[in-house]
């Protein structure tokens, strides 16, 4: 950042006088206003649309055209969440900007090497792990905390409207303004109910595990690149390697999860492609065991025995209104009504060839306004 915003926000921040006397430089004032989204990993208690969005870092990059002119790191502490509408300003900006962009919540490693960028084209070009997508500290405690990377809707910068003629602050700078809503890189994915069709003799059953298969561990979200390939799980091993287990992308439990309900969803975020291919969409697979049933299994010789598991590979989908579905896009929940387990779909190995297709509902993250305090 420029040595005169710099000294401007050094002051301002360890100041406790209510008027902060700025140099005139002839340079831009810009106010801020950002708004984010609620997120959560929501298993066992709490919806998508019940947690705020928690900040541990904030890049705020004052751009020309391209080039990075000055950037604000703005770190966990000096983030509060405001009502809708507040807005902050940076000062003594040098005069030729005309855009910001703004990203949320990289890691450490990213955060280093995105500081040193000199472009917005070279800043997009960060690689982000879904393993930090999901940070919840285990898979039994529900909701984690919440640290999602975000940026701007479009993944671009935003122009920052100067009046004309142009309107002057008492200092002399030029004053301008900018609105940047963010959002999620990723999509999410929510199961809000597991049924056992008792019309075809499923009685009961326990929900042992929910696996996410075949998902991109990594990516350049802030330019819509994905890699070549998704991460694919081959074998039922594979779902307790330490690899897979280390995405988060799976609920577990030997005595049995809680069944989801409308108040107990469970949910994972994944890096959205524009496909719906069943070789680029998340499958979702349900592991169950504990079958009370008076029937055989589908195609199965044998009666459906209590003491194994079964498996449910859920790996297309269609919108609830029959139409066909169109593609899983950033800050989006997708939200499977329901998942009714049959002997038609049920499977003693979850890689084999049943694959079933469920209908979805579309929501959007929602919207409260993120402030950082600057002490002013």
């Not at 030729?96 to 040193?116: E, G, P, R, S």
């Not at 994905?226 to 091993?237: C, D, E, H, K």
């Amino acid at each position: 950042m420029s040595l005169m915003a710099l000294l401007a926000v050094f002051f301002v921040s360890c100041s406790t006088e209510t008027d902060i006397i700025e140099e005139n430089d002839g340079g831009k004032d810009v106010t801020l206003t950002i708004s984010t989204s609620p997120l959560t990993k929501s298993a066992y208690t709490e919806s998508y649309s019940s947690k705020k969005a928690e900040i541990k870092n904030l890049l705020v990059y004052f751009l020309n055209d391209d080039a990075v002119i000055t950037y604000f790191d703005l770190p966990e502490g000096s983030l509060a969440v405001e009502t809708a509408g507040y807005s902050y300003k940076f000062t003594n900006l040098e005069s030729t900007i005309n855009k910001v962009y703004v990203v949320a919540n990289l890691n450490d490693a990213q955060l280093t090497a995105a500081k040193a960028k000199t472009t917005l084209a070279d800043i997009k070009k960060t690689t982000i792990e879904l393993s930090t997508q999901q940070d919840i500290s285990t898979n039994t405690k529900g909701i984690g905390s919440n640290k999602i990377v975000m940026t701007s809707a479009n993944k671009g910068s935003v122009e920052i409207t100067f009046p004309t003629p142009s309107a002057l602050e008492t200092n002399g700078n030029i004053k301008g303004s900018v609105s940047v809503g963010l959002t999620p890189v990723v999509s999410r994915i929510e199961i809000a109910s597991i049924t056992a069709d008792n019309t075809i003799n499923i009685l009961n059953y326990k929900l042992e595990a929910i696996y996410v298969n075949n998902f991109y561990k990594d990516a350049l979200p802030l330019e819509n690149t994905y890699g070549n390939s998704p991460y694919v799980v081959t074998t039922v091993a594979g779902f307790n390697a330490v690899e897979y287990t280390a995405f988060n992308m799976y609920d577990a439990k030997t005595d049995g999860l809680e069944k989801p309900t409308a108040s107990n969803i469970y949910g994972y975020q994944f890096f959205p492609v524009n496909s719906i291919s069943t070789a680029d969409v998340p499958h979702i697979i349900l592991k169950v065991k504990g079958i009370s049933s008076s029937t055989t299994a589908g195609n199965y010789s044998e009666v459906i025995s209590s003491d194994k598991s079964y498996y449910v590979n859920i790996n297309a989908y269609t919108w609830v209104s029959g139409d066909a579905f169109s593609s899983f896009e950033p800050g989006k929940v997708y939200i499977i009504q329901s998942i009714v387990l049959s002997e038609k779909n049920l499977m003693k190995d979850p890689f084999g060839a049943k694959n079933v297709t469920v209908d979805v509902s579309v929501n959007e993250w929602g919207s409260v306004v993120l402030s950082p305090d600057y002490g002013y």
